[in-house]
């Protein structure tokens, strides 16, 4: 029983592990679209 216990909570564990990548893939993506967008027409209107 226990060991059924431990592989289930292993199984939670590895699908927090994947939410968690996700979550932080998305938030870093959408830092550097912000940047991107920040910078870009900074560098732009300098150019131009």
């Known amino acids: 029983m226990s060991s059924n216990q431990d592989a289930k909570n292993e199984g939670s564990s590895?699908?927090?592990?994947?939410?968690?990548?996700?979550?932080?893939?998305?938030?870093?993506?959408?830092?550097?679209?912000?940047?991107?967008?920040m910078i870009y027409p900074f560098f732009h209107g300098r150019h131009h």
């Open 14 to 37: 590895g699908l927090s592990w994947g939410s968690t990548l996700v979550v932080l893939a998305i938030a870093i993506l959408a830092a550097a679209l912000i940047a991107y967008r």
